[in-house]
């Protein structure tokens, strides 16, 4: 038995988490080379393993909420 949710679980690469946001949740804004800015640039927090980097669907579903735009009073306070 598995106690590790399946959102949680740190088992994608980079194109891993790219096929899953793109194609499995139909992100079509999501590009390759936006998930390699995103890790580049640290949004996307990597989970490593010896010297391999893993990824939670849940890490590119938050970065994906990340993006959303906040309203300009929210901005300005």
Known sequence: ???INEL???NLTEDEL??????????S???R??????VLH???LPTVFGNRHRFS????LDWIASL??????????
Not at 18 to 27: A, G, T, V
């Open 1 to 3: 038995m598995s106690h």
């Open 8 to 10: 949680d679980r740190p």
């Open 18 to 27: 790219f096929r899953f946001l793109h194609d499995d949740e139909q992100l």
């Open 29 to 31: 804004g999501v590009t």
């Open 33 to 38: 080379r936006s998930i390699r800015d995103a």
């Open 42 to 44: 640290r949004e996307i």
């Open 57 to 60: 669907k849940r890490d590119g």
């Open 68 to 77: 959303k735009e906040r309203p300009a009073q929210a901005m300005s306070a």
